[in-house]
């Protein structure tokens, strides 16, 4: 039987133009469906019907041309919206409200959206996973018993179980595509800059993403992200689209054929113990020969020197986490992995941050020198798995021990983090399953301002594969 939930996003924006569904019916189409299912699946950390329906009513006074009218979807836990709970998902501020709204939510309600609340997050964003403690986890839609990665982890589970149309999401080291992979969903982390409304980040790792079914319904929020200003936001000129939508339409076409890189190498394979699970080799595999049947130019290409980037990451992803206000008493409110990242963040030398944000800062340039410059491989996009095994259990990771925690993320996730450093956009893509009906994803990386080409790469392989066809049970 036909649902709402069943059209892309795209479609049901036409629906919402035509006038065939209403915002009112289309909202409360969700609603019915987070009410009965958001339970098992922990997609929402806060549901806000009465706010979401006042919104949808209130579209009929602004213009249905806007990017999103009438169209539901959930800010991630992490942003605030000024009036409601904001706790950044740890127990630590179990009674916080904001006090103002950050730029992010503020874009896409400009843009016409309708949020329903907030979308489940780890403890500050911190880890690939969420299974905050003390709350529901964001359960895999596909099997209730494994998670959905993180940090955009909620986000994820609402988009692959029907729950949303499309997500926001922000990406510091993986955290939009990563769940993306994890749950069969298209994950957009655009170039560095690209998304003005972006909160500031130590050294510029997170950029605001998105979360969707299908490659134009991804190209189409992040050309809402990067549609209009807030406040005193104000775009960088050289990676403006130059006209709204553009993303969509390059999406739309899926058009041309590209010279890309293939690697199965991370910066963290000198320094940690990385194994590519079968399933993900042949994920790539069958990748690789769609794109060969498509004309598309394949190399193997050697991975960028990566000497001091294992320790050098860490570094700044724990002096991040220093920043986080709390006190000693609010250490002993945080989870495990917070209060290591923490007490480590707070006990480096500031020569040690100032060379690790050097070393980076050296990566960054050595990839895109060896990539994408004339005196290099001169790519269009570089492929690489999405994640190195299939979703992890719940409960896999180590609660206790920081270190050892820290670890098993990277053995998760090699394939992510170095594209937040590089400030490169990427884009995962669900285009297989495991024996066990599990999502497999890659990943394809583009030069600097690049979105347009692996999105057009990504929809080639949409429309060979149909992605958007497979569903977890409950859709």
Same mark, same amino acid.
């Given at each position: 039987?036909?649902?709402?939930?069943?059209?892309?996003?795209?479609?049901?924006?036409?629906?919402?133009?035509?006038?065939?569904?209403?915002?009112?019916?289309?909202?409360?189409?969700?609603?019915?469906?987070?009410?009965?299912?958001?339970?098992?699946?922990?997609?929402?950390?806060?549901?806000?019907?009465?706010?979401?329906?006042?919104?949808?009513?209130?579209?009929?006074? %602004?213009?249905?041309?806007?990017?999103?009218?009438?169209?539901?979807?959930?800010?991630?836990?992490?942003?605030?919206?000024?009036?409601?709970?904001?706790?950044?998902?740890?127990?630590?501020?179990?009674?916080?409200?904001?006090?103002?709204?950050?730029?992010?939510?503020?874009?896409?309600?400009?843009?016409?959206?309708?949020?329903?609340?907030?979308?489940?997050?780890?403890?500050?964003?911190?880890?690939?996973?969420?299974?905050?403690?003390?709350?529901?986890?964001?359960?895999?839609?596909?099997?209730?018993?494994?998670?959905?990665?993180?940090?955009?982890?909620?986000?994820?589970?609402?988009?692959?179980?029907?729950?949303?149309?499309?997500?926001?999401?922000?990406?510091?080291?993986?955290?939009?595509?990563?769940?993306?992979?994890?749950?069969?969903?298209?994950?957009?982390?655009?170039?560095?800059?690209?998304?003005?409304?972006?909160?500031?980040?130590?050294?510029?790792?997170?950029?605001?993403?998105?979360?969707?079914?299908?490659?134009?319904?991804?190209?189409?929020?992040?050309?809402?992200?990067?549609?209009?200003?807030?406040?005193?936001?104000?775009?960088?000129?050289?990676?403006?689209?130059?006209?709204?939508?553009?993303?969509?339409?390059?999406?739309? %076409?899926?058009?041309?054929?590209?010279?890309?890189?293939?690697?199965?190498?991370?910066?963290?394979?000198?320094?940690?113990?990385?194994?590519?699970?079968?399933?993900?080799?042949?994920?790539?595999?069958?990748?690789?020969?769609?794109?060969?049947?498509?004309?598309?130019?394949?190399?193997?290409?050697?991975?960028?020197?990566?000497?001091?980037?294992?320790?050098?990451?860490?570094?700044?992803?724990?002096?991040?986490?220093?920043?986080?206000?709390?006190?000693?008493?609010?250490?002993?409110?945080?989870?495990?992995?917070?209060?290591?990242?923490?007490?480590?963040?707070?006990?480096?030398?500031?020569?040690?941050?100032?060379?690790?944000?050097?070393?980076?800062?050296?990566?960054?340039?050595?990839?895109?020198?060896?990539?994408?410059?004339?005196?290099?491989?001169?790519?269009?996009?570089?492929?690489?798995?999405?994640?190195?095994?299939?979703?992890?259990?719940?409960?896999?990771?180590?609660?206790?021990?920081?270190?050892?925690?820290?670890?098993?993320?990277?053995?998760?996730?090699?394939?992510?983090?170095?594209?937040?450093?590089?400030?490169?956009?990427?884009?995962?893509?669900?285009?297989?399953?495991?024996?066990?009906?599990?999502?497999?994803?890659?990943?394809?990386?583009?030069?600097?301002?690049?979105?347009?080409?692996?999105?057009?790469?990504?929809?080639?392989?949409?429309?060979?594969?149909?992605?958007?066809?497979?569903?977890?049970?409950?859709?």
């Amino acid at each position: 039987m036909f649902e709402l939930h069943h059209l892309s996003a795209q479609e049901q924006w036409d629906w919402l133009q035509r006038g065939d569904v209403s915002p009112v019916e289309l909202l409360e189409h969700y609603l019915t469906r987070i009410d009965r299912l958001n339970g098992p699946l922990g997609a929402f950390s806060r549901v806000d019907p009465d706010r979401a329906l006042d919104t949808a009513k209130r579209l009929a006074d %602004r213009p249905r041309s806007l990017e999103l009218w009438g169209l539901p979807l959930a800010e991630k836990e992490l942003s605030r919206r000024e009036g409601a709970s904001w706790t950044g998902g740890s127990r630590a501020f179990a009674d916080r409200v904001a006090d103002g709204t950050d730029d992010i939510v503020r874009v896409l309600d400009e843009a016409g959206a309708v949020s329903v609340g907030a979308t489940t997050a780890p403890e500050f964003g911190m880890p690939s996973y969420t299974e905050p403690l003390g709350r529901p986890a964001a359960s895999n839609p596909y099997d209730l018993s494994l998670g959905a990665g993180g940090s955009s982890g909620g986000a994820a589970v609402a988009v692959a179980a029907g729950l949303l149309p499309f997500a926001p999401g922000s990406d510091g080291g993986g955290s939009v595509r990563i769940p993306a992979a994890a749950t069969g969903l298209v994950g957009l982390k655009p170039t560095r800059g690209l998304v003005p409304a972006t909160a500031d980040s130590l050294a510029g790792f997170v950029s605001n993403g998105a979360l969707a079914r299908t490659v134009e319904d991804a190209a189409m929020l992040l050309d809402a992200m990067t549609a209009r200003t807030s406040g005193e936001i104000d775009f960088l000129s050289t990676l403006r689209p130059p006209d709204p939508g553009r993303l969509l339409g390059e999406a739309v %076409r899926g058009e041309g054929r590209f010279q890309i890189g293939i690697t199965t190498s991370s910066p963290w394979h000198d320094t940690h113990e990385i194994a590519l699970d079968p399933s993900a080799r042949r994920a790539l595999d069958d990748t690789i020969e769609l794109l060969a049947d498509r004309g598309h130019g394949l190399e193997e290409v050697p991975f960028p020197d990566s000497i001091g980037y294992a320790g050098a990451f860490e570094t700044v992803w724990k002096a991040g986490a220093a920043a986080i206000p709390l006190g000693d008493e609010g250490l002993g409110l945080v989870e495990p992995l917070t209060a290591w990242l923490i007490r480590e963040g707070r006990s480096l030398p500031v020569a040690a941050l100032v060379e690790a944000l050097a070393t980076l800062s050296r990566f960054e340039k050595g990839v895109n020198r060896a990539w994408f410059s004339r005196e290099g491989a001169r790519l269009d996009a570089v492929l690489t798995p999405a994640l190195a095994l299939p979703p992890r259990p719940l409960g896999w990771y180590d609660p206790d021990d920081g270190a050892a925690n820290f670890a098993q993320q990277v053995a998760y996730t090699p394939f992510t983090s170095f594209v937040n450093v590089s400030g490169l956009p990427a884009v995962t893509l669900p285009v297989s399953t495991t024996e066990q009906g599990l999502p497999m994803g890659v990943q394809l990386i583009g030069r600097p301002g690049g979105e347009a080409t692996i999105l057009s790469i990504g929809r080639q392989l949409e429309r060979a594969l149909q992605w958007q066809r497979r569903h977890p049970p409950g859709w």
